[in-house]
Antibody, heavy 122, light 108 residues
């Protein structure tokens, strides 16, 4: 069965960086994009960007340009999201989600990781 | 950027009620609209994609409709496990997969 398993909770100081991992299993890792979505406590969902694990190509939301880097290690079917220059407003649960393409046109997020809480506090 | 709005922001309903949630896009997005359900402390779950296609395993009481700028998610007969927050998401712009602000459905 398809699973995305994320790394554990992190506590970081303002200005630091955090790197969250997302290990995929149950499907061919390089055949589906990985997206990253975050959610601050009590708030809605915010899409951060996508990565094509086959090519390594990425696309980031403008809000995170320059601060986010999405990478992968295909040998262990794992995607990574690194966010730098952390501030208190980055405190949130970060999710990875598999992006599937239906009819070669419609993108949908059909499997999600369990989420990783990142707390930014001095 | 395409903005997504949802109404209502919250609603109270009883088991067995028919519930309708509306999502509106700031520009036409054709049928590039997904719906997700999220329960507290859990990851979102895909319910509907391409505006009206039911994700595998999702009960048939969930349905989606609409195209262009106006969309609806309908739960035909609300069940206890359906109390959750529902989000729409546009996939028309692959530069920014915007989510709506969410609609919380709780028990009356």
């Amino acid at each position: 069965q398809v699973q995305l398993v994320q790394s554990g909770a992190e506590v970081k100081k303002p200005g630091a960086s955090v790197k969250v991992s997302c290990k995929a299993s149950g499907y061919t890792f390089t055949s589906y994009d990985i997206n990253w979505v975050r959610q601050a406590t009590g708030q809605g969902l915010e899409w951060m960007g996508w990565m094509n694990p086959n090519s390594g190509n990425t696309g980031y939301a403008q809000k995170f340009q320059g601060r986010v880097t999405m990478t992968r290690n295909t040998s262990i079917s794992t995607a990574y999201m690194e966010l730098s220059s952390l501030r208190s407003e980055d405190t949130a649960v970060y999710y990875c989600a598999r992006g599937s393409l239906w009819l070669q046109r419609y993108t949908l997020f059909d499997y999600w990781g369990q989420g990783t809480l990142v707390t930014v506090s001095s | 950027d395409i903005q997504m709005t949802q109404s209502p922001s919250s609603l109270s309903a009883s088991v067995g009620d028919r519930v309708t949630i509306t999502c509106r896009a700031s520009q036409s997005i054709s049928s590039y609209l997904n719906w997700y359900q999220q329960k507290p402390g859990k990851a979102p779950k895909l319910l509907i994609y391409a505006a009206s296609s039911l994700q595998s395993g999702v009960p048939s009481r969930f349905s989606g409709s609409g195209s262009g700028t106006d969309f609806t998610l309908t739960i035909s007969s609300l069940q206890p496990e359906d109390f959750a927050t529902y989000y729409c998401q546009q996939s028309y712009s692959t530069l920014l997969f915007t989510f709506g602000p969410g609609t919380k459905v709780d028990i009356k």
